[in-house]
């Protein structure tokens, strides 16, 4: 069967490609712009595809046509495919029918913390010897790919929210059926689907009608919003996992004041030691919800502990991008208010009294829209400095948003600007974090470039 898959350089179609490939299937694709290093990931996977959404691709004759949900009335491709009545999905539609129907999937939802928790759930489930498939939005150090078709009956996801496809506003989640489902967290987010919370409550919610009875369902138990989601209907056994609860199943002791080295009790008694390089109490309850999501499949906590031992992160998650001069530069996938006070309060934790430059592009369409623009100065009082690319299409005052901020905001109009400012502020010992959940316009390269450029 041949597959034509639109969309296919986004982290989550460029997955489907790989495992469609590796399952046998013929894969063609199209995307607005395919560069390294999806470019060179497709090509080594002797995937063809074509620069933009013109309707001309088709004649390539695809059995059928997998849809991303960048996708949309009016563009080229989309009405040639509906004039011409050819057969078509969405993504998660067609890994359900194709890869997921025969397995035991293991789904990590939330608003925060997806990929991190999934990366891990997947390299404990290999270190176990399980050989699981993955498909993940991100590209966990451990296995550096975001996804593989497996050779195991086990498949870990990272069970997005967003919508599925022009046709299918459904969140993306509610097709996989697992029978092992990570809650996270639940917070406001994707204001360009969702009018309020209360919606996304009720997307979680038809996912919990997935889980069958026989499963079971590792939930946060300090986040009120799914408490207000179980609420709404629940069928499955659940275990809970929490920091400030003391009454949830799986809890943590931090041993050594920090989140280097913590116990994992299970129902009050200490079932295993965790000893890593990861910080931040958010990684603590990543960890957690790993353990308790490969208990379910048989991995003993202990075993699971020592994998995440050797767990390397994820890419662009607190990622050290390089030093210069004395100055550390991160890349952070944090977009949201919530994600960025996090990600400041595990740096924090980690450099002590060090200067933290926070650098933040306000691009994800919640961002643009203003949802959480009160929100963001008290996001990012743990930060020395605080500087932000002004993007032309936000629609709202950032200045003025940040102005309990003082003197500590710095705005830029471009990333050649902001570059130099922070060239300026920078000295050694500094640690430079940057947040995105885009490219940034190469800031990272080039920020790194001219410092080293200043030092020597």
């Not at 933009?52 to 495919?81: C, F, H, K, T, W």
């Not at 499963?215 to 609420?231: K, Y």
């Not at 100065?377 to 950032?398: Q, S, V």
Request: proline content about 4%; hydrophobic content about 45%.
């Amino acid at each position: 069967m041949h597959v034509h898959i639109l969309g296919i350089a986004g982290t989550f179609m460029g997955g489907i490609a790989a495992i469609a490939k590796a399952a046998g299937f013929k894969v063609s694709g199209s995307d607005l712009n395919v560069y390294p290093p999806m470019s060179t990931q497709l090509s080594a996977l002797g995937i063809k595809f074509v620069q933009g959404y013109g309707a001309a691709q088709l004649d390539l004759d695809p059995d059928i046509v997998v849809v991303g949900n960048a996708l949309s009335r009016g563009s080229p491709v989309v009405e040639a495919m509906l004039d011409r009545g050819m057969r078509y999905t969405s993504g998660p539609r067609w890994l359900a029918e194709h890869v997921l129907e025969e397995r035991h999937v293991l789904a990590v939802a939330g608003t925060h913390g997806k990929t991190t928790t999934s990366s891990m759930l997947a390299w404990i489930l290999e270190h176990a010897g399980l050989e699981p498939g993955f498909l993940i939005g991100g590209v966990p150090s451990n296995f550096d790919a975001t996804a593989r078709l497996g050779a195991s009956r086990y498949f870990v996801i990272e069970a997005d929210e967003y919508d599925t496809a022009f046709f299918d506003k459904r969140a993306k989640f509610v097709h996989y059926r697992p029978r092992t489902a990570i809650l996270n967290n639940l917070e406001y987010d994707h204001a360009d689907i969702y009018p309020d919370v209360a919606s996304i409550r009720r997307q979680f919610n038809q996912l919990l009608r997935t889980v069958p009875q026989a499963g079971r369902l590792i939930v946060n138990g300090d986040d009120a919003q799914l408490a207000a989601t179980l609420e709404m209907g629940c069928w499955t056994p659940r275990e809970s996992f929490g920091a400030g609860q003391p009454d949830s199943d799986w809890t943590a002791h931090d041993a050594a004041g920090g989140s280097a080295e913590f116990t994992v009790h299970l129902h009050g008694r200490p079932v295993a030691e965790v000893r890593w390089n990861l910080l931040g109490k958010h990684n603590v309850m990543n960890a957690l919800a790993a353990i308790a999501a490969a208990a379910h499949v048989g991995v003993e906590p202990a075993q699971a502990a020592r994998a995440l031992g050797e767990f390397r992160g994820v890419k662009r998650r607190m990622e050290i991008r390089g030093v210069a001069g004395g100055i550390t530069v991160y890349d952070d996938f944090a977009h949201h208010p919530t994600a960025i006070a996090t990600t400041l309060a595990g740096l924090r934790a980690r450099v002590g009294s060090a200067r933290i430059l926070a650098v933040l592009e306000p691009r994800s369409n919640t961002m643009k829209m203003g949802v959480h623009r009160d929100e963001l100065a008290p996001a990012l009082e743990l930060a020395d400095r605080a500087f932000f690319l002004t993007a032309k299409d936000l629609g709202w005052d950032l200045p003025a948003a940040l102005a309990p901020l003082g003197a500590r905001a710095v705005f830029a109009a471009s990333v050649e600007a902001l570059v130099s400012a922070l060239v300026d502020e920078a000295r050694a010992g500094d640690h430079v974090l940057v947040m995105s959940n885009g490219g940034f316009g190469g800031f990272h390269d080039k920020l790194l470039t001219e410092l080293s450029r200043r030092h020597q």
